[in-house]
Structure formats: structure tokens, C-alpha cells
T-cell receptor, first 113, second 110 residues
Framework: EAGVAQSPRYKIIEKRQSVAFWCNPISGHATLYWYQQILGQGPKLLIQFQNNGVVDDSQLPKDRFSAERLKGVDSTLKIQPAKLEDSAVYLC???????????FGDGTRLSIL | GENVEQHPSTLSVQEGDSAVIKCTYSDSASNYFPWYKQELGKGPQLIIDIRSNVGEKKDQRIAVTLNKTAKHFSLHITETQPEDSAVYFCAASNPGQLTFGSGTQLTVLP
């Protein structure tokens, strides 16, 4: 089966600019997650969707980050405006159901100048 | 919230030797413990997982053990090969939301 697809793979922007990331989960996977992975650390959950509803966004900096999952399939994560500390890899993962094994995409590496 | 500690942060072994990575967790309600392998420029790849009703699970050269009483779990890799070199992450979940450890850089020396 096809894995989790993410784009773009790399993005370089200046601080205060906006950026968006796209994720296409494994077909049929109801649960979708966005993680932030800072260099040298483990991934940290930002937001979890069950179909097109938000299950947990307690660690999402809502003043600058937003995410949506229209129609319960693809998802986008947006940052506006970006700060230097947002430089990280943004990973998308999906699972067949909540609590099931999570499968990750290869991420988008974001660099803020 | 859950806190996962992982040791060691770096590990070098000779090809053919065994490698062991250990993690502890804080939330006794956590019931799912996956291990991921991450190669440079790639996303984490699930290599093995264990649920709290099982004490040990094995898949070829990889095994995971869980001690619920002590709240720790370990990854064991036997007969290591150069392609096992990567960063390994443990995680704990209750349920769905994974909390990751800080990772172990494993280097297998030929």
C-alpha cells in the first residue's frame, strides 16, 4: 500500500512569512496526526484528527498555527507568521483507528531565515 | 502528562553484537509502546510495538520487553548489521497520542 505522502519536502522562508504543508494519509486511515520534530529531539504531537474532527490540539500554538482536514482525507498545516523557533521537520502520520499503529511520512523540513 | 526517558543517547556496537536501548515512562495508564527507526532524511518507521497485556514480543532479530510494574520497556537487537545504524525512538501512548523519547543514535561498526 502507498505510504503517507507529504509535500513539499523542503521549505525556506523568512521570519514573519507564512507557510503551508500538505499531507495525504494512507487510504482508509481515519486518524491523522501532525508532529513537530526539532533537530536532535523526538517528534512532538501538534494536533490529532479523527476523520475531519479535531481530537486533540492542546499542544498547537493556536496564535500562529492552524490545521484542517476537509472531507476527512487530506490535511494542511499552516504557520502564520513564522518565527525562528519554528525551524523543524513537520511530520504527518496516520493510523487506521485511534490507538492503532501510526505510520509516518518523510516530513517537510522547514528553515526560517 | 506522559514523560518518556530514553537511554543511552548514543550506542556503538560491533557488527554481530547485540544492542539494548531502554526507556522509562511516567503515566501508569499508558498501554501501547511502539519503537521507531529513523534514518537520515526519512520519517520514523515502525519496527515493533507491544501492548500492556504482553510482557515480551519478538520479530526475527528484534525483541521488546515490558515491565509494567517498573514502568520501563526495552528494545533488543541481536546480530546487528551495518544497516541497523540509525536513530531509534521509543514512545508511550494512552491512547492515540504518542509521547516520544529523545532518541538513541545506534552505530554498528563493521
Amino acid at each position: 500500500e502507498a505510504g503517507v505522502a507529504q509535500s513539499p519536502r523542503y521549505k525556506i522562508i523568512e521570519k514573519r512569512q507564512s507557510v503551508a504543508f500538505w499531507c495525504n494519509p494512507i487510504s482508509g486511515h481515519a486518524t491523522l496526526y501532525w508532529y513537530q520534530q526539532i533537530l536532535g529531539q523526538g517528534p512532538k504531537l501538534l494536533i490529532q484528527f479523527q476523520n475531519n474532527g479535531v481530537v486533540d490540539d492542546s499542544q498547537l500554538p493556536k496564535d500562529r498555527f492552524s490545521a484542517e482536514r476537509l472531507k476527512g482525507v487530506d490535511s494542511t498545516l499552516k504557520i502564520q507568521p513564522a518565527k525562528l523557533e519554528d525551524s523543524a521537520v513537520y511530520l504527518c502520520a496516520s493510523s487506521l483507528k485511534e490507538g492503532g499503529p501510526q505510520h509516518f511520512g518523510d516530513g517537510t523540513r522547514l528553515s526560517i531565515l | 502528562g506522559e514523560n518518556v526517558e530514553q537511554h543511552p543517547s548514543t550506542l556503538s556496537v560491533q557488527e554481530g553484537d547485540s544492542a539494548v536501548i531502554k526507556c522509562t515512562y511516567s503515566d501508569s495508564a499508558s498501554n501501547y509502546f511502539p519503537w521507531y527507526k529513523q534514518e537520515l532524511g526519512k520519517g520514523p518507521q515502525l519496527i515493533i510495538d507491544i501492548r500492556s497485556n504482553v510482557g515480551e514480543k519478538k520479530d526475527q532479530r528484534i525483541a521488546v520487553t515490558l515491565n509494567k510494574t517498573a514502568k520501563h520497556f526495552s528494545l533488543h537487537i541481536t546480530e546487528t548489521q551495518p544497516e541497523d545504524s540509525a536513530v531509534y525512538f521509543c514512545a508511550a501512548s494512552n491512547p492515540g497520542q504518542l509521547t516520544f523519547g529523545s532518541g538513541t543514535q545506534l552505530t554498528v561498526l563493521p
